[in-house]
């Protein structure tokens, strides 16, 4: 009869081990899609988007932190509204140079006067201010860097929401340099902000391509990314537009994309093209990396070179 009982209560416990495994490895290594097969008896709990929003709270407490300190101003997410060019609202994470109260009445006090910003957080013990708002990076780091303090950009998304919620491009030169990111604000749609310089004067097509293969540059990162489920449209879902490229080789961008899922970039490539049209093979390319999003950056000194935050490009 005991061993009986040792068997049934083995038995009981064998799904939900399971289930406590999956969670752990998709938490551990977000690349990582575990696979659920239908026939696998977990409890309904267990695959809820709240359990496993806690879940991953709980195996990163500075995500948890992050949102935490921000439920005093965060506010509903504001769609991109394309007539106007306002940006959706998303939360975006800074490290800045902050050691007395003074440097938060300073900071919070220049944010706030920012149109478009709807919310800010400051942390003096981790020297991290967030930022809820539509408003794009760049003039945010702007802001910031007023108040004459350090500003780094460490953190970009939506908390607990999205394993993967923001990515990065860096172009590196020689000739043209610039950074892509990408940000997921909700399941259909993305924000994507670019900054350039070295380019030729004038209009340059860019997109996201099937492959980061750089070995050819950008004549081996195959064709612009389209998913199964958006062949029909008119455009591939790849296909970013046009960049507008000023006299002085600079080319700004803020904008967002529907249906573009950021974890589904991962390994790709952006490319900008010397024509308008793409006919070309393309000028400069850029891998797309996982970037960190909120709550997930608080390092100040690189472990690799010693390098600090503040004195990092």
Not at 99 to 127: H, I, R, W
Not at 149 to 162: E, T
Not at 276 to 297: H, L, Q, T, W
Request: hydrophobic content about 40%; glycine content about 8%.
């Amino acid at each position: 009869m005991a061993s009986f009982v040792r068997t049934l209560t083995t038995a009981s416990l064998l799904p939900a081990a399971v289930a406590v495994t999956a969670l752990s490895h998709s938490s551990l290594f977000p690349s990582f899609r575990f696979p659920v097969k239908s026939d696998l008896p977990l409890h309904a709990s267990l695959l809820s988007a709240s359990a496993l929003r806690s879940f991953v709270a709980v195996s990163n407490p500075f995500r948890a932190n992050a949102a935490l300190h921000m439920e005093s101003v965060a506010v509903d997410a504001k769609p991109y509204d394309e007539q106007t060019g306002v940006l959706p609202e998303l939360m975006t994470e800074f490290m800045v140079d902050m050691t007395c109260e003074g440097c938060v009445s300073a900071v919070k006090n220049n944010m706030l006067k920012l149109d478009g910003v709807s919310g800010v957080d400051v942390d003096l013990s981790n020297q991290v201010v967030r930022v809820i708002g539509s408003v794009p990076v760049k003039t945010m780091l702007e802001a910031l860097e007023q108040t004459g303090r350090n500003a780094r950009l460490i953190g970009q998304g939506n908390p607990n929401d999205f394993l993967v919620s923001s990515a990065v491009a860096e172009f590196k030169g020689p000739v043209i340099f610039g950074v892509v990111r990408l940000a997921q604000v909700n399941m259909e749609l993305s924000r994507i902000e670019a900054s350039f310089s070295g380019l030729s004067p004038g209009k340059h097509g860019w997109s996201i391509n099937e492959y980061g293969d750089l070995t050819r540059g950008a004549a081996s990162t195959g064709k612009t990314f389209n998913p199964a489920n958006h062949l029909s449209e008119e455009k591939p879902l790849g296909d970013l537009g046009t960049l507008e490229a000023a006299g002085n080789g600079e080319a700004h961008f803020s904008g967002s994309k529907e249906k573009l899922r950021v974890s589904d970039l991962i390994g790709r490539s952006i490319v900008v093209y010397e024509k308008e049209d793409k006919s070309d093979s393309g000028i400069a390319a850029a891998v797309i990396a996982r970037s960190a999003g909120v709550g997930e950056n608080y390092k100040k000194i690189c472990s690799c070179d010693g390098v600090t935050i503040w004195e990092s490009s």
